[in-house]
């Protein structure tokens, strides 16, 4: 039973990093979105080019090589942790959470040593109002995963004895 749910995280991680690259890919290569600047596909969602050196809200701005592979690195040992985590966890609603984070970290991850940078460009707006940066499917899916997590561990921890008064 352990082992099918290491392989079915394992899987989500690997869809959402195959997901994530090709996308990034299509709007790299056959769209040419960073040569365009923004392409409006809807009133509300534009495919927007933004090359992000930082992680979000632009924290943690790698503005130098050393800062970049510090960065990777950081994410990388996330990734290790989020790994180990999977590999321990029971719960398919939390195995699924975590490959949704780790397989987003990865490609975010293969972007930056790539690149130098991660691609965005998925840009929700109403009219000039943008409530939500720029983003990718990555950071989708590492949001999506983290809110299951916190939902979860939230709403539906377990019932545990009323502690004894002494």
Partial sequence: MRNAMRQFGLSIAALVLLIDQFVKWL????????????????????????????????????????????????????????????????NRSDVTALGLVLGGALGNIIDRMRLGHVVDFADLHIGGWRPFLVFNVADAAITIGVLILLLRALLLRDKQAPAEKI
């Fill in 27 to 90: 709007v790299t290569h056959p769209l040419k979105l960073e040569q365009m600047g923004s392409i409006e596909l809807l009133p509300f969602f534009s495919l927007t080019w933004v090359e992000n050196y930082g992680v979000s809200m632009g924290f943690l701005r790698a503005d130098s090589e050393v800062s970049r592979w510090a960065l990777v690195a950081l994410t990388a040992a996330i990734s290790i942790g989020v790994t180990v985590w999977m590999w321990r966890e029971r």
